[in-house]
């Protein structure tokens, strides 16, 4: 190598680390400015950056949470190509109305580490780009966790749902610990037959990891190499790629965790004895004749449920407790009303659910008063114009559905708890339902595949919880009671921060009667 040539290489060297120390400095701060407004309508906002003539306004109104996320993902960007909707008009047009153009991910941003890097975009179906491989994969988990295979899920659902009573009997203080196993456990057991409960928890240990690594990867402006896509093609030596160093590692565990399960199902000796699992009958039905295409459809399917289910439903159920604990006249409405409808002899079934309106209104506030998942991101393919505004392909396009939920003029007084703004037997006008058209749980072609999975999950844990127990406020150190605070961590998923109560049976009798329905069932 020529002297001229080594001293080339010295200079880019050097220019490389001056460039790296920039950006290093010039990191986009977690607070942010200000976003800019357009009111499209006087119901519909678009939040814009930068047309130079943006009429600077402020975020207020929004929770510190979602202001506080939404300011992440906008700073992510450097304020570039992102859209906020904040109406659910906007929401319907966009996502629904012109669902063939807004069905995609964003591509770039947080996709770069979650979705190229660690190689979520491949085995998971909520990275995935809109096209064929999702059309596949998506298609599989529709028909898997539809309403008529209802039969399928169901009793798994109530197997676990009595397992976390007795959870909550044994170890009433670990109750967000039991209902991460419950829901977890029913979640492997249908997707891969994998009994947690007798086989010890070491798949929910591994899907934990999983979904860590997802959660890390995916947290808006936590990477450089989101604002800066450039930087993933440095080598990895260079001091200050440890990022590229973790995808890697991550990426491996991530392809691991997705198809170690599948292919020990594959290769069983014995498919007949093996429990009936969403992998398992898939695997039965094509009698092994499948193309590459169709085998990766499965595995990325049944991959992307653990991590997609777990903290939605962890979330709404840890919401009911909070709730208990703050609006006792909720949970002794809840309990007479089961009471006087299933009476002391038994646990709530699927098919009471017509008779007991008032936990199909509970679970309907729930949804609406925790936005569980407040922004949805999707993209577009082709530029689009909407009210004027053009809107260039690979833009963000956010959903707001928190505010969408504290919309005065949807929902009167939407801090409050009230179930009864959905009682249909109340004088009251009944107030737009969140679960019906599912877009509590997103809108189009994307809209969350598990909705019903999910209210029957929300339903049968609700009205077994209710009827056993009383959820009361824990006990400072006077033996006062104390309410928690309602306060929410930051991320995709809104989640309550940690928090104590007590979780007391309601009388010897209602211990039994778990303890009865256990013994009889397994
Ligand atoms: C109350 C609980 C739940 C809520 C609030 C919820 C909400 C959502 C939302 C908002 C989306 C994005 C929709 C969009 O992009 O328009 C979504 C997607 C998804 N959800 Fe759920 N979800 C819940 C439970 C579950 C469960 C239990 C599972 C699996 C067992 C699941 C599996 C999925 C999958 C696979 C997607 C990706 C769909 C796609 O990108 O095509 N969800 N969910």
């Given amino acids: 190598m020529s002297m001229l040539q080594i001293h080339d290489h010295v200079v880019l060297v050097l220019a490389f680390f001056a460039a790296l120390v920039l950006l290093l400095f010039f990191r986009p701060k977690a607070s942010f400015p200000q976003v800019a407004t357009f009111t499209l309508t006087e119901a519909s906002a678009i939040y814009w950056k930068p047309p130079s003539t943006s009429k600077a306004a402020g975020i207020q109104g929004l929770s510190p949470m979602v202001a506080s996320l939404r300011a992440r993902y906008v700073s992510a960007r450097f304020q570039k190509g992102i859209v906020i909707l904040d109406s659910l008009s906007a929401i319907t047009d966009l996502f629904e109305k012109r669902s063939s153009r807004y069905s995609t991910r964003p591509v770039f941003g947080m996709q770069v580490m979650a979705g190229e890097l660690v190689g979520k975009e491949d085995t998971a179906i909520l990275f995935m780009k809109y096209g064929t491989k999702w059309k596949q994969t998506r298609q599989l988990v529709h028909v898997w966790l539809n309403q008529r295979n209802l039969e399928t899920y169901l009793p798994v659902q109530v197997l676990e749902s009595y397992h976390l009573l007795q959870d909550l009997l044994e170890t009433p203080e670990r109750f967000s610990e039991h209902l991460r196993t419950a829901i977890g456990s029913a979640i492997l057991k249908l997707t891969y037959g994998i009994e947690c409960r007798t086989n010890g928890y070491s798949w929910i240990a591994k899907s934990e990891e999983l979904h860590k690594i997802t ?156 936005a569980v998942a407040p922004l949805v991101p999707h993209s577009l393919d082709e530029d689009d114009i909407y009210e004027g505004y053009r809107i260039p392909k690979g833009t963000w396009v956010m959903a707001n559905l928190w505010a969408v939920f504290n919309d005065p003029s949807i929902y009167r007084d ?109």
């Fill in 215 to 370: 959660a890390a990867a995916s947290e808006p402006g936590r990477w450089l190499v989101d604002s800066f896509p450039i930087l993933r093609f440095m080598p990895s030596f260079i001091p200050g790629t440890g990022f590229l160093r973790w995808a890697k590692k991550s990426r491996k565990v991530a392809f691991d965790l997705v198809r170690s399960p599948y292919i020990s199902i594959k290769e069983d000796k014995n498919p007949d004895k093996t429990i009936s699992s969403f992998v398992h009958d898939h695997l039965i039905e094509k009698g092994g004749n499948m193309t590459p295409q169709e085998e990766d459809a499965l595995i990325v399917a049944a991959g992307s449920l653990y991590a997609a289910g777990i903290d939605t439903l962890v979330s709404v159920m840890r919401t009911f407790f909070m709730i208990m604990v703050r609006y006792p006249a909720v949970q002794t409405r809840l309990q007479s009303e089961i009471d006087s409808v299933i009476g002391p002899h038994r646990l709530a079934r699927f098919e009471d659910r017509d008779s007991l309106p008032y936990v199909g209104c509970v679970i309907k506030e729930l949804l609406r008063f925790n």
């Fill in 414 to 522: 939407p801090s409050t708890f009230k179930p009864e703004r959905f009682d249909t037997n109340s004088n009251e006008a009944v107030e737009l339902d969140p679960t019906p058209l599912a877009f509590c749980m997103g809108l189009g072609r994307r809209f969350c595949p598990a909705s019903h999975f999910s209210l029957c999950t929300l339903f049968i844990s609700i009205a077994h919880i209710v009827s056993v127990f009383n959820i009361l406020p824990p006990l400072d150190e006077n033996g006062e009671e104390v309410l928690p605070p309602l306060n929410f961590e930051l991320g995709h998923i809104r989640t309550l921060e940690h928090f104590q109560c007590r979780v007391v049976p309601r009388s010897e009798e209602t211990a039994n009667l778990v303890r009865n329905t256990l013994i009889h069932a397994t």
